[in-house]
């Protein structure tokens, strides 16, 4: 049951998480299932007596992990500072990170923690983890030999039983640089655009394997993976480079790319612009894009 405390304005507090997604259904909470926001609020619950909706960068799907997520949510100062012996709100906050991370270790599966908290720090009303944010890093790991298929690091690289032409799969991907519509490469969600910016798409020959390592302002729905399924496809010789052009040139479900497996991506890194233009870039991110007209006043489905 929730505390009450005198009505007081909320404080915005930020957090930076880390998780490893193979134990979660994605970010975003569903009912009867475990998901990274649903085991956060839980624990937020559990500390501050009040239910808290948490704003996130993105949200990602079942089995992706990050390495570097944000998200935002609001809450009176009070219910805080009463986490701390002196009544102190930094000291509060300090608390609330240390016990926080208690809370969601205990509830974790495995041997250690696999959804922990790096940072928690207050930020202005101006902040909104979501459409504050000006890009969005992925990456993503291809395991295609022996040498590199290890069986400790497996939850977090797809295995490739065939050797990948990694320099045909980049030149297959600089087609994709730019903004463009990317229906072929996104499940669609109804009313949302399927225009993104897409900054960087790198493929490199590492000493894990190999890494596809992707930038944009947003990403839709199975994008990355879609892209990365695309590229595989190239990599093993099945497919011409061009055809990422084409399928990017002529946007369609028809003509839809296959998927990559979720546990090979990882949610690397978000962009935020300094802390003066954090109400404007809402504006601009809530706008959807067109190839016609880059300014219609209508939201975005920004992941």
Known sequence: ?????????????????????????????????????????K?????????????????????????AQVA??????????????????????????????????????????????TGVQVVSEDFDARFSALARHYSYRISDE?????????????????????EQMERAGASLIGEHDFLSFCKPREGAT?????TRLEVQRTPHGVEVRLSADAFCHSMVRSIVGALVEVGRGRRSAQWLEELVRNPGRENAAPIAP??????????????????????????VRSLVDSREDTPCDCE
Not at 44 to 66: K, N, Q, S
């Open 146 to 166: 022996v040498a590199t298929n290890d069986p400790l690091t497996a939850a977090a690289v797809w295995w490739v039983p065939a050797r990948l032409d990694v």
């Open 262 to 287: 979720a546990h090979g991506l990882t949610m690397m890194g978000v962009d935020y612009p300094s802390e003066g233009e954090w109400r404007a870039q809402q504006g601009v991110t809530r706008r």
């Open 1 to 41: 049951m929730e505390e009450p405390v005198a009505a007081e304005k909320k404080v915005r507090i930020r957090l930076d998480l880390r998780y490893l997604g193979t134990g979660f259904h994605g970010w975003a909470s569903q009912p009867g299932l475990r998901t990274v926001q649903g085991e956060v609020e």
């Open 194 to 198: 399927t225009i993104r910016t897409l």
């Open 43 to 67: 624990a937020l619950f559990t500390l501050l007596r009040v239910e808290v909706a948490l704003t996130v960068a993105g949200r990602t799907d079942a089995g992706v992990h990050a390495a």
């Open 72 to 117: 935002n949510f609001d809450v009176e100062p009070e219910r805080v500072e009463r986490l701390s012996r002196e009544g102190s709100f930094e000291a509060g906050l300090e608390s609330l990170h240390g016990r926080l991370n208690g809370l969601l270790a205990r509830g974790s599966q495995g041997a250690g923690a696999d959804v922990v908290v």
